[in-house]
């Protein structure tokens, strides 16, 4: 596969072996990741959750409990002032989805401040490199590589993922990075020692930055400044804003967009005339498959997705399509999970939500 990525004043796109998968408007960009000061206004706890303010209208929505076991966060009390940062924008009715458990991304870690857990990317899949990497984040994150060690009653320092990129850097690379990312931390505790007002940004995520970032962690080819895309990409931008995509063997897809969840349907338009019916199908969904991972990326689609595939008889077709999906689904820098058939025979998958799209 060959990625390059487009970088423009006012834009940013990826394009793979000439299909366009991602593009940000950076002057409209989605403040997921930023972090602000906010003020807790009421605490929830029936509903596991505060409300906090962060200059806007809606209140942002905080959980009481973050996922890691490893978040070292004091508890929560009304008017209490702390960090926190965007996981999702606000979407319709719902404010913004807050996190305390913050996060800083480079190329080949992220940093989590607040959290002491070392993990590995779930894009490297081998038990041997994982284990190589946990013990480098290890190292780093105790101080044991610098000659201190988080056996002398400080505890670990703070929590590292190792991301794909770190296979191909050298130790000391790694560690520079983490030292950066720590800089911007601390820079980032003075604004907030400092701020004054719910809201004011400590921290701004530059999205297309982390765009470049995130794809050359996957493996880029080149990076291209232009002041606009190629023409076959603004078709195929333009083709984004349609219900209906069609596919080359002449079926199509058509998408369906609100604000709980996206249900994908594919159909068979002239794909199905002529030949063993069964195996056209199948390779209608196959087909479909490519062109469906690359339009959620496009479109920046979030939360549950439902794809109605052409109905197959055999277990073994659906089981290929399945595979070929999660396949498709594995170029994507945006957490996606694949949880299977459902009983109507309807493909189930989440992908991780954090713009308006």
């Excluded at 983490?178 to 907030?192: G, I, K, N, S, Y």
Aim: net charge negative; glycine share 10%; proline share 2%.
């Amino acid at each position: 596969m060959r990625r390059i990525i487009w970088k423009g004043a006012d834009f940013c796109a990826a394009e793979e072996d000439g299909v366009l998968t991602e593009y940000l408007r950076t002057e409209t960009e989605d403040h997921a990741g930023e972090i602000l000061l906010g003020k807790v206004d009421r605490i929830m706890s029936a509903l596991g959750c505060a409300f906090v303010d962060i200059g806007r209208k809606k209140a942002g929505f905080l959980p009481l409990k973050e996922n890691s076991l490893s978040f070292a966060g004091e508890a929560l009390k009304s008017g209490m002032r702390i960090p926190v940062q965007i996981r999702k924008e606000e979407t319709g009715e719902k404010g913004a989805f807050l996190t305390r458990d913050l996060t800083l991304a480079g190329k080949t870690v992220i940093l989590m401040p607040m959290n002491r857990y070392i993990g590995v990317s779930g894009r490297i899949t081998e038990e041997g490199q994982k284990e190589a990497l946990r013990e480098i984040g290890r190292e780093i994150a105790d101080g044991s590589d610098e000659g201190c060690s988080a056996d002398d009653g400080t505890g670990r320092r703070f929590g590292l993922v190792m991301r794909a990129a770190a296979l191909e850097a050298e130790k000391d690379e790694i560690r520079a990075e983490t030292e950066a990312l720590q800089a911007v931390w601390h820079e980032t505790e003075e604004r907030c020692a400092k701020a004054s007002r719910p809201g004011e940004i400590l921290y701004h995520a530059d999205a297309a930055k982390q765009m470049i970032s995130d794809y050359d962690s996957m493996g880029t080819e080149e990076i291209r400044e232009a002041k606009t895309l190629p023409e076959t990409l603004q078709r195929q931008l333009r083709a984004a804003e349609n219900r209906k995509i069609p596919l080359d063997n002449g079926g199509n897809i058509v998408i369906d967009r609100c604000e709980a969840m996206t249900v994908i349907d594919v159909n068979t338009g002239h794909a199905g005339s002529g030949g063993k019916q069964g195996d056209l199908l199948t390779e209608t969904n196959l087909a479909a498959c490519g062109v469906i991972a690359a339009q959620i990326r496009l479109r920046n689609l979030g939360g549950m997705i439902l794809i109605d595939f052409i109905d197959m008889e055999r277990e073994e077709d659906r089981e290929r399509v399945a595979e070929k999906m999660q396949e498709e689904l594995r170029k994507d820098r945006r957490k996606t999970v694949v949880h299977g058939w459902t009983r109507l025979g309807i493909l189930e998958m989440t992908r991780k939500r954090t713009g308006k799209g």
